[in-house]
T-cell receptor, first 111, second 111 residues
Framework: AQRVTQPEKLLSVFKGAPVELKCNYS??????LFWYVQYSRQRLQLLLR??SRESIKGFTADLNKGETSFHLKKPFAQEEDSAMYYC?????????????FGQGTTLQVKP | AAGVIQSPRHLIKEKRETATLKCYPI?????VYWYQQGPGQDPQFLIS???????DKGSIPDRFSAQQFSDYHSELNMSSLELGDSALYFC??????????FGPGTRLTVL
């Protein structure tokens, strides 16, 4: 079964502290993994995708196939990072492109 | 740049009524996805269309139907509404070589 798990509903850190939002997945194949972010009262936006291996707004995420994880990291959190973060999976066999989302983690960065 | 447009943004209906949600994709995007996000839940894939044909189907109740029109906009029709249908309904569009862009969502409240 295809599944994405984000074990933390809420992650609260102080400004300048490191952040790691956890994401684990279950998929029998080679999935594509994404991180989406939703700022307050805004729409879901793509933050990162694993195939790009890029850093956006200081965030990075590495796909670990052995641990089936795609954790999102940032070395120094900023207050403007406060948002809801969703990890999502797209199956490699899915030519329709549908996404399977995790439950989401609310990141709260305190001043 | 034009984004995905959804209308209405908010909708209040009584039980057993019908509702129609509309989605206008980004120009030149040929694929539309519908997702349902219940309170405190992750977005769940409902249905998708590619070039006006249904391309995939998820956990969409039989009471719901959808279609994509010649101008690529899509409508989600919901009949015999139930209290449990209260949710945020996201539409996303996708073009060739680009990822899904999400609309702001329609918040449906069934009383």
């Amino acid at each position: 079964a295809q599944r994405v798990t984000q074990p933390e509903k809420l992650l609260s850190v102080f400004k300048g502290a490191p952040v790691e939002l956890k994401c684990n997945y279950s998929y029998s194949g080679s999935p594509e993994l994404f991180w989406y972010v939703q700022y307050s009262r805004q729409r879901l936006q793509l933050l990162l995708r694993h195939i790009s291996r890029e850093s956006i707004k200081g965030f990075t995420a590495d796909l670990n196939k052995g641990e089936t994880s795609f954790h999102l990291k940032k070395p120094f959190a900023q207050e403007e990072d406060s948002a809801m973060y969703y990890c999502a999976l797209r199956g490699s066999r899915s030519n329709t492109g549908k996404l399977i989302f995790g439950q989401g983690t609310t990141l709260q960065v305190k001043p | 740049a034009a984004g995905v447009i959804q209308s209405p943004r908010h909708l209040i209906k009584e039980k057993r009524e019908t509702a129609t949600l509309k989605c206008y994709p980004i120009p030149r995007h040929d694929t539309v996805y519908w997702y349902q996000q219940g309170p405190g839940q992750d977005p769940q894939f409902l249905i998708s269309f590619y070039e006006k044909m249904q391309s995939d189907k998820g956990s969409i109740p039989d009471r719901f139907s959808a279609q994509q029109f010649s101008d690529y906009h899509s409508e989600l029709n919901m009949s015999s509404l139930e209290l449990g249908d209260s949710a945020l309904y996201f539409c996303a569009s996708k073009g060739v070589q680009v990822e899904q862009f999400f609309g702001p969502g329609t918040r449906l409240t069934v009383l």
